[in-house]
């Protein structure tokens, strides 16, 4: 394989998207007695599901299927960081959802069981910031010529997300022998050569590298944009002719 490659003649589309939750975004980033927090990063595995239109009505067994699924969807999204953002936290009383009472719990005591859940607030293009500063930022690779659908879904309640997009205009994949800082977060699974430097952060389902530098890996490179070419990405698409 040579040390650059076309990824417009492998057929694959590459964007540069932009996504801003039109409503509170929550899913639990991590839990600490019975505070739920959200934090500004979305993984890319959900993202792909989400951009992928791919969920599961019914599903057997307790293991996810992380590996069979992302080889079904014709589509794969690098993490998503948010630079500007702020969160409202929201108290809940916790009850027995059947009786509607609160002193049938275990300790028997009839008193409030509260939480909180972090929430991250909505954010409307322009709104605060500039709007070249504000949305969680990640990349898009399409196996199929299709492109960002508008408006997808994320998080436990299923918030909307608008999506605005710009494509890679003849994305060329180089290998890079040197440290390169790509321009958005990592999935250390996705790395196929050696990590210099990392900061981690700690999401289900497993750590991401909010940032990294990488070497002996592949790149795009298209004027601001650093973006690293996941192995999901070379493996399927970029090999597919040898």
């Known amino acids: 394989m040579s040390s650059a490659i076309s990824l417009k003649e492998k057929g694959i589309r590459v964007f540069n998207c932009r996504l801003y939750n039109h409503d509170y975004l929550w899913f639990s980033s991590y839990e600490i007695s019975k505070i739920s927090s959200t934090i500004p990063v979305l993984h890319n595995y959900a993202l792909t599901y989400s951009f992928g239109d791919y969920s599961y009505g019914v599903f057997k067994g307790s293991v996810p299927r992380y590996k069979e699924d992302l080889a079904r969807i014709p589509l794969y999204a690098t993490p998503a960081l948010a630079n500007y953002w702020s969160r409202t936290r929201i108290t809940y009383n916790a009850v027995n959802s059947h009786s509607l009472r609160t002193d049938d719990a275990p300790r028997g005591i009839n008193s409030p069981d509260l939480g909180w859940r972090n929430y991250l607030d909505p954010v409307y293009p322009g709104g605060g910031h500039n709007a070249q500063q504000t949305g969680f930022i990640c990349y898009l690779f399409t196996f199929d010529g299709r492109i960002p659908k508008g408006v997808t ?83 399927r698409g970029c090999k597919k002719d040898g």
Request: one cysteine or more; proline letters at 12%.
């Open 153 to 235: 879904r994320l998080g436990k309640k299923g918030t909307a997300m608008r999506v605005c997009w710009q494509e890679i205009e003849n994305p060329v994949a180089v290998f890079q022998k040197e440290p390169i800082q790509p321009t958005h977060p990592i999935n250390p699974l996705d790395i196929s050569g050696e990590i210099v430097f990392y900061e981690p952060v700690s999401i289900p389902p497993h750590m991401l590298f909010k940032t990294a530098e990488i070497k002996n890996d592949w790149f795009i490179f298209a004027g601001p944009h650093r973006i690293h070419i996941p192995n999901q990405v070379i493996n």
